[in-house]
């Protein structure tokens, strides 16, 4: 991961005298989707807007920018002795691409019929509850790879338009691959989400790193692991389909810090082979 110029701010802030008690260093993208893990002192108390986050028992704790996120974030630390630290964060304005989908079914584009709607708010009410969990575990710390490599067919932010008709943004990374093509955990996690066939998002999977940090798998058309286990980065844990809303085989690889939704291509990386 490069070193960001904020990280280098905050690491000479870090070594001046009024900030001596209250050590901080912050690495990742300080930008519109973009995720920070911070390292502070253990049993610190940290906000960011005015927001309580959580805290490792070691410290670590993770920051996420949404895709509409401000110019500037406001972020505070509280040690158990009462020191305290005030930083402003500035975070990268992004531009956002306009992608036009049509030849979907208009079920799934304006679903109107009470099945339908009811599957769809028993869908979000599990979504929901898997993106609840608040977890101490830090396996996040190990880093990410790219689930499957391959073309890549959608990005994060991007304006969807479907069937001719403007929908909310798209909030992940669309990755083009034949049916069956092995998909990998990219990192070590525990599985809180399973479903075979949801509405929209057909065969879905949700994988928990800690601290509320969680990614997601759509349109599979196999799951092979189930909720509760523990998977290692690597692990063949799905396979890509095209179930759900979609008009061809890919995977929509998302990534979530408990509500907000964040980019997984900056967490990734640039793609192994394609530059």
Same mark, same amino acid.
């Given at each position: 991961?490069?070193? !960001?110029? %904020?990280?280098?701010?905050? /690491?000479?802030?870090? /070594?001046? !005298?009024?900030?001596?008690?209250?050590?901080? @260093?912050?690495?990742?993208?300080?930008?519109?989707?973009?995720?920070?893990?911070?390292?502070? @002192? !253990?049993?610190?108390?940290?906000?960011?807007?005015?927001?309580?986050?959580?805290?490792?028992?070691?410290?670590?704790?993770?920051?996420?920018?949404?895709?509409?996120?401000?110019?500037?974030? *406001? %972020?505070?630390?509280?040690?158990?002795?009462?020191? *305290?630290?005030?930083?402003?964060?500035?975070?990268?304005?992004?531009?956002?691409?306009?992608? *036009?989908?049509?030849?979907?079914?208009? +079920?799934?584009?304006?679903?109107?019929?009470?099945?339908?709607?009811?599957?769809?708010?028993?869908?979000?009410?599990?979504?929901?509850?898997?993106?609840? *969990?608040?977890?101490?575990?830090?396996?996040?710390?190990g880093g990410f790879t790219w689930p499957v490599?391959?073309?890549?067919?959608?990005?994060?932010?991007?304006?969807?338009?479907?069937?001719?008709?403007?929908?909310?943004?798209?909030?992940?990374?669309?990755?083009? @691959?034949?049916?069956?093509?092995?998909?990998?955990?990219p990192a070590d996690g525990v599985v809180t989400?399973?479903?075979?066939?949801?509405?929209?998002?057909?065969?879905?999977?949700?994988?928990?790193?800690? /601290?509320?940090?969680?990614?997601?798998?759509?349109?599979?058309?196999?799951?092979?692991?189930?909720?509760?286990?523990?998977?290692?980065?690597?692990?063949?844990?799905? +396979?890509?389909?095209?179930?759900?809303?979609?008009?061809?085989?890919?995977?929509?690889w998302g990534m979530n810090l408990f509500g907000?939704?964040?980019?997984?291509?900056?967490?990734?990386? !640039?793609?192994?082979?394609?530059?």
């Amino acid at each position: 991961m490069k070193t !960001p110029w %904020l990280l280098l701010l905050a /690491l000479y802030a870090a /070594l001046s !005298p009024a900030h001596a008690e209250v050590p901080l @260093r912050l690495e990742g993208h300080f930008t519109q989707g973009g995720l920070v893990i911070g390292h502070t @002192r !253990p049993q610190a108390r940290v906000w960011m807007d005015g927001q309580r986050v959580m805290v490792a028992p070691d410290g670590s704790f993770l920051l996420g920018f949404t895709r509409d996120a401000k110019p500037e974030a *406001r %972020l505070e630390i509280r040690l158990p002795d009462g020191e *305290r630290r005030v930083e402003r964060i500035r975070v990268k304005q992004r531009r956002y691409r306009v992608q *036009r989908i049509d030849g979907l079914p208009q +079920r799934k584009v304006t679903p109107r019929s009470r099945e339908d709607l009811a599957r769809i708010r028993s869908d979000r009410a599990k979504v929901a509850r898997a993106r609840k *969990r608040a977890d101490p575990r830090t396996d996040f710390l190990g880093g990410f790879t790219w689930p499957v490599t391959g073309p890549i067919s959608g990005v994060y932010g991007s304006q969807r338009i479907l069937n001719g008709k403007p929908r909310r943004p798209h909030m992940g990374v669309d990755i083009a @691959r034949p049916s069956g093509t092995p998909v990998r955990a990219p990192a070590d996690g525990v599985v809180t989400l399973a479903e075979p066939d949801m509405f929209f998002s057909g065969g879905t999977l949700f994988i928990d790193h800690g /601290l509320g940090l969680s990614t997601s798998y759509l349109h599979l058309s196999r799951i092979l692991v189930k909720v509760g286990d523990h998977v290692t980065r690597g692990q063949v844990v799905a +396979r890509i389909g095209s179930t759900g809303r979609a008009t061809g085989p890919h995977l929509h690889w998302g990534m979530n810090l408990f509500g907000k939704r964040l980019d997984p291509q900056l967490v990734a990386g !640039p793609m192994p082979g394609r530059h």
